[in-house]
Every structure is written in C-alpha cells, then in structure tokens.
DNA sequence: GTCTATACTACGATAGAC
DNA sequence: GTCTATCGTAGTATAGAC
C-alpha cells in the first residue's frame, strides 16, 4: 500500500537526516510516487514526520501488548514470577534490538531524545513510557520494594545495556570482531545481562530488607 | 577563529541532519562566514565532515590522555588500583556525559555508528578504541584474568550504561522527573552503576577461579 | 486519489574581485 | 584568506488535470 511504503521510508529517512535534512521529493521518489501524494495524505512535511512518530508508537505499544503480555496477573503477585518475566522481557528486548525494525526505528527515537520536538512524547507515553513502568512494577514485586528513584535508576541501567546494542552497535561489532562471530558476542551478551540483572535485583533485594 | 568556529557548527549540523542533511550555508552563515571559505579550507562539504570527525577524535583523545592518565603503570599491576581506576573512569565519563561538548557530539558519534561511513573509523581508532581497549586491561589485572570475549562483553555493558546517559536522555529525564530532580537522578545514577560495575568484577573474579 | 505543471526558494561548486 | 556573483540542480508548496 502506498501510505505504509510512505510511512517506512518517511521514519528513514527523517531518522537519518531530520525533519529539516530529509526531502519530501526524495521520500516520494523512494517510494515510486509523486510529492503532492505526501501533502493530500498528510498535508505537508511536518504531518509525514508526525504520522511517522504516530507509526512507530502504535506498532511498539501493539508488539508490546501481544508478546509481552504486559497485564499478567501472575508475574505481578509472586517474586519469583516477576523475576522471570523481567528476564523474559530483556531477552525479548535483545531479540527486538537485534532485528531489521529497530534499526529503522533507532535513529528516529534517539534524534527525538536528544533533538527534543512533539515527537517523542507521542512515542514514550503510548509505548516507552508504559514499558518502563511496567519493569518498575515488575522490579518491585521481585524485590518486594515500593517504587521510588533507586527502582527507576535500575530500570533504567537495565534497559540501557539492551538499547546499547543499537545505540552503539559501532563499538558492538569491533569488540565482537575481535575474535569469534556476532551470534557469540551476542548470546555472551544475553548471558551477562541475565546474571548482572539478578545480582541488582538481589542487592536491591538485601539493600531495602537491611535498611528495615 | 574562524576554522574553530565552522568546525563546532559543522559538527552540531552535521550531527543533527547528516553529510546530506546538512547545508555549507547553514554551516557558514551560523559561522558568519561565506560559503566559499569551506571550499578554501576543507575542500567542500566533505573535506569540512570528515575534518569534524577528526576534531572529535583529537579532542578526546588529548582528553582521555591528559586526564584519564592512561599510562599508569600502578594500575597495571595491583588488583585493588586497577578497580578503582575503573571506578574512576566511568565516573569521569558520567560527568562527561552530562556535559555540554557530548550533547554536540554524542549524535555525530551515534549516527556514524548506525550508518556507518568513514568517520566512524577515524574516532574509533584515534579515541574510543583505545578508551575501550584500556578498560579491558584494567579488568584483567581487577580480576586476575586474561582478556577474552566475556571480559569484553563486561566493557561494553559497563560502558553501555554511562554512554545512555546520552542516548537515551529523553528516557532519563522523564523517569527522573517523577519525582525528585536531574541532580539527584544521576547521583543515584553514580551510586548504582558503581555497585554494579563492583558486583561484575567479583563474579568474574569468582567464575575463573572456580572453573581453574 | 494520484499525477503534471509551475513558482519560488535554497542547495553545492566554482570563478574571480579584492 | 574572505568575499560576491553565477550556474545548474533540487527543495516545498500549491493549483489544477484526470
């Protein structure tokens, strides 16, 4: 279909270059129309960049809500359960950071974090945002700790090994590229992220029940 | 100067929209300047990208020499030095993090990591390599081990975490505007990363030794 | 709903004045 | 070493054919 061919080239191509860099001839042309069907679907450059925002938070908040099963009751009640659904959802993440879409998607979000406009905040109260809080949550009744700044530190440095494997995926491959394959490094990386997660989930566990 | 002055503008717009993005007379108008003098002193357009590749390369490594005194020989050879250097290491490069200067280069980096051109190259080999190849040394003599794929899969990850206070800032500032503010978020920030980068160098300390 | 045609602005490169 | 002038190309927006 023409606006999804439009919509996936448009978060390319502004992700690459911004709102200002990208051209809307060379969106169109990539997508084997003419300019003037970007102004009649979306009524100029500035509604493109937006529907493409728009795009990227309904197709995460959709991925998230089917695969993650965000509301499962379970996970939210016993420690042990929540435990594994956090690792669950980092490897899921992993998986996620690895594929074809999120190098699409990256570029995107990071510009929009750090060249902040209207975008961002379509992406992270419909998809980001509930991710994160959800973690909190789940980071909670693992520890058996009410929600305050240290949780959402951790949640934080947690999502931020995952989000590395985009957001420097340059360094990723020359430390990779040392010796052995990709696959190795990642599946390494899989690896120490579950053990460095169980040991924060442990100390902010002993933590809190010390301070008690 | 003139060239300092084309070259921080250069690196900011070239960060921001890409070598296609970008103008030269966005560039030298933001510079006071005509647009021919790029041509006088770069060659064109990308004699003026590639000389802002090497501007951020020499910057941070005359940093990281004079202030991260990578050299030190004590450090090298006692278990205890070696940790706190590291300890010391990814402190400084929090406050870096923070800064002004990674704001403008942190999206020049990151692109140049998501599509990969030949600058990329040039700040690696010149700055963030070496960085990156000096905390595997110093992990090594932390942990007693020699450096093999999984020492350097606990760079990256330890690394990871510092480098996201850039990329992935817009998340930071909302989770650390919930309550409480910047400050008190990247303290915390601080505090964790330090726990964690100690609790990593244990484990690998502990895991060769059993398996020896 | 998609195209062509047009108007106007901005782009990079270059030549040449000073 | 820095400027203005100019060329050919490519940018967005818009009006209107079909």
Redesign the pocket.
């Known amino acids: 279909m023409?606006?999804d061919r439009l919509i996936d080239i448009a978060i390319r191509e502004f992700g690459e270059k911004g709102l200002d860099g990208?051209?809307?001839?060379?969106i169109a042309g990539a997508a084997?129309?003419?300019?003037?069907?970007?102004?009649?679907?979306y009524g100029?450059?500035?509604g493109l960049y937006l529907a493409a925002a728009d795009h990227i938070a309904e197709q995460m908040s959709r991925e998230m809500l089917s695969l993650l099963d965000l509301e499962d009751p379970v996970a939210l009640a016993d420690a042990a359960a929540a435990r594994a659904k956090i690792h669950y959802i980092l490897c899921l993440l992993i998986d996620r950071m690895l594929g074809e879409k999120s190098a699409a998607w990256s570029m995107f979000i990071i510009r929009e974090q750090l060249l902040p406009g209207a975008a961002f905040d379509r992406i992270y109260d419909k998809a980001m945002g509930r991710l994160l809080g959800h973690l909190v949550d789940l980071v909670c009744v693992a520890t058996g700790v009410s929600a305050d700044a240290q949780i959402r530190v951790a949640v934080f440095l947690m999502t931020a090994q995952v989000f590395a494997l985009r957001s420097a995926r340059g360094v990723m491959l020359r430390l990779a590229g040392e010796d052995g394959t990709v696959e190795s490094f990642t599946n390494s990386l899989k690896h120490e992220i579950t053990l460095s997660t169980n040991a924060t989930l442990d100390r902010l566990t002993t933590d809190r029940q010390e301070t008690a």
């Open positions: 023409l606006q990208a051209s809307t001839r060379g084997d129309t003419a300019m003037s069907s970007i102004t009649y679907h100029g450059k500035e």
